[in-house]
């Protein structure tokens, strides 16, 4: 596609519940990347993928918290036992590999835990 | 660690007049550092940055950055605001690469720009 694409837009969920975020990364990018957003505040790192295996998941907050890239392209986030706190804006970039090269971030998916 | 501190959560400008959002930052290391601009539910778009080499920047929309090392500065300007400027800007730092090769970008808690006539 033209750019990275993140579905569900919108996400609705009680808590305890388990949900799964997508990430469709702009095709030919090696290097993924999911942020979260909560309100007021900046992006912060979760996990970054270089193909398929994560490079730096130091950003988890928890072990409910996981994601996979199983071929190198798509990547879900996974988040178990959701929580109110989970509420946020999940964002997802793409870019290719090196230091220089910009990420390319999508629309975000808005996750809220009621 | 790396940190990033923008002053103003909030900014606003008359058309025509100079844009100026303040970005100061904490590195241990030489720092890569990102302009991004958040316009209503759009993702994230990079304004500018600063790798190497030239310390003032020219990005996007007439927006440019000069890094200013003794002061951990990098703030962000515009001569002359317009209307569709409007939008929530995101101040970045990143330490170079990560394991594998790429970026993890801290960024700013942003600066929600207005533009009025």
């Known amino acids: 596609g033209a750019g990275v694409s993140q579905t569900p837009s919108n996400k609705v969920t009680e808590k305890g519940k388990y949900v799964e975020l997508r990430c469709d990364p702009i095709?030919?990018?090696?290097?993924l990347y999911w942020y979260r957003q909560s309100l007021g505040q900046g992006p912060e790192f979760l996990i970054y993928f270089q193909g398929t295996g994560a490079a730096d998941d130091s950003g988890l907050p928890n072990d409910r918290f996981f994601a996979v890239r199983p071929e190198g392209s798509v990547s879900t986030l996974k988040i178990q036992r959701t929580e109110r706190g989970d509420s946020a804006v999940y964002l997802c970039a793409s870019s290719l590999r090196g230091e220089n090269t910009e990420a390319f971030f999508g629309q975000g998916t808005r996750l809220t835990v009621v | 660690a790396q940190s990033v501190t923008q002053l103003g959560s909030h900014v606003s400008v008359s058309e025509g007049a100079l844009v100026l959002l303040r970005c100061n930052y904490s590195?241990?290391?030489?720092?890569?550092l990102f302009w991004y601009v958040q316009y209503p539910n759009q993702g994230l778009q990079l304004l500018l940055k600063y790798t190497t080499g030239a310390t003032l920047v020219k990005g996007i929309n007439g927006f440019e950055a000069e890094f200013k090392k003794s002061e951990t500065s990098f703030h962000l300007t515009k001569p002359s605001a317009h209307m569709s400027d409007a939008a929530e800007y995101f101040c970045?730092?990143?330490?170079?690469?990560?394991?594998?090769?790429?970026?993890?970008?801290?960024f700013g808690t942003g600066t929600q720009l207005k533009v009025e006539l």
């Open positions: 095709s030919g990018h090696t290097a």
């Open positions: 970045a730092v990143s330490d170079g690469i990560l394991t594998g090769g790429g970026n993890k970008l801290t």
């Open positions: 590195s241990s290391v030489p720092p890569y």
